[in-house]
């Protein structure tokens, strides 16, 4: 595939203010005069300017050259960065064309092992990058952080607003999880949050999210692709969405979400939607937030352990014996990070689940398990595979 015909270049002007060496710009290759190869290459930076699946979101094209701006001009992290920006994607001559485009891209570059890290654009772009992994025969999980939940099904609606149930309604459906973190019960329609609990989804709240952050790190080490949507960010942090609500995590709240997710090795596509710089501040704040999001998620990436070998000595291997059924759990505890996994049995004959049965989760599980009960992670996760 000739990437070229997809994207157009990056505008001086982006990057004429981050020439030091010791820079994010610096430390990577860019689509300005020349396409720069992308084999090899650990993460490819893809520009989104489509805005017809919102409404009165007139600006928002302009995002992701804002976002690069404050991100060029970022120091350059930890590891050798094999990071290119592969530019803005040519919008199609529809909205769902623009989808194809994307997914096309997504679906190249991850069979390559190259991890597509999305900006700018409406939420409903992730569509394409949900749709990158259908033709790969693997069933997947998907983490969303936002304050919305975009489950509507009205055909009035603007895209960005159903985007979530178009996600689960697709076939085919390879969708194995769906994680939902950061929601407002406010903003919410509560049969939504019934729905996912139907299909052993998961949703957390935002008080739960502050309250918990650490034991969402598991949530997040379980996700194939993250989809970040700016409106979770309060106003006072990231006042650049058309949805800017007043409460919200804090940017340094975001930024852990994004390290926790950076370090996910299973995850293999990233992207941060629906920043609008009309409705930014004079000093582009929004910009810088998204910026260092991205910033921490790229050091989480090149912090990577490559540790999902459970065979290997690098792990500890505990068996829970349970009074009822199941009659034992194992459990993995990683010597390198101290991570915990559960396992959970498949049928024999369903070799897609695979990939799905080993399961990241807390300390606090095993100490459930110890206890003579079933851990709800193990619930769910087996209500799925059966």
Request: aromatic share 12%.
């Amino acid at each position: 595939m000739d990437l070229k015909i997809f994207f157009s270049g990056i505008d001086e002007n982006v990057y004429s203010n981050a020439s030091e060496l010791d820079t994010f710009y610096s430390s990577i290759r860019i689509n300005s005069e020349k396409m720069p190869d992308f084999q090899g290459v650990d993460i490819a930076i893809i520009g989104i300017t489509e805005h017809r699946g919102s409404i009165n979101n007139q600006g928002i094209e302009r995002g992701a050259d804002e976002i690069r701006k404050k991100l060029y001009q970022l120091k350059k992290g930890s590891g050798t960065y094999k990071i290119i920006d592969l530019g803005n994607l040519n919008n199609g001559r529809t909205l769902d064309d623009t989808y194809m485009r994307l997914r096309e891209v997504c679906e190249m570059l991850i069979e390559n092992n190259v991890l597509p890290l999305i900006i700018g654009g409406s939420h409903d772009m992730n569509y394409g990058q949900f749709r990158a992994y259908e033709e790969m025969k693997k069933l997947i999980s998907f983490l969303n952080v936002d304050a919305m939940l975009d489950m509507n099904d009205d055909k009035k609606q603007a895209e960005n607003r159903k985007h979530i149930h178009k996600i689960l309604i697709h076939e085919p459906n390879y969708l194995f999880n769906y994680s939902h973190l950061g929601h407002q019960s406010y903003l919410i329609n509560q049969d939504h949050i019934g729905v996912l609990e139907k299909l052993y989804f998961e949703a957390y709240r935002l008080g739960h999210l502050r309250e918990h952050m650490t034991e969402m790190e598991p949530v997040i080490r379980d996700a194939d692709m993250l989809s970040f949507d700016i409106t979770a960010i309060k106003s006072s942090d990231a006042p650049g969405n058309v949805n800017a609500q007043a409460f919200g995590l804090t940017g340094e709240e975001a930024c852990q979400l994004c390290w926790y997710a950076g370090l996910n090795e299973k995850l293999s596509s990233a992207g941060f939607y629906e920043y609008n710089p009309d409705y930014d501040d004079d000093k582009l704040k929004t910009a810088s937030v998204v910026a260092t999001m991205i910033w921490y998620f790229t050091e989480g990436f090149y912090h990577r352990k490559n540790e999902l070998n459970f065979k290997t000595n690098d792990y500890l291997k505990y068996v829970v014996s349970m009074p009822t059924e199941p009659e034992v759990i194992t459990f993995y505890k990683s010597k390198l990070s101290e991570k915990w996994w559960l396992e959970v049995p498949y049928p024999g004959d369903q070799k897609k689940y695979e990939r799905n049965c080993i399961v990241p989760c807390n300390y606090s599980d095993y100490e459930t398990a110890s206890n003579g009960q079933l851990p709800e992670r193990w619930i769910n996760t087996y209500s799925k595979l059966i």
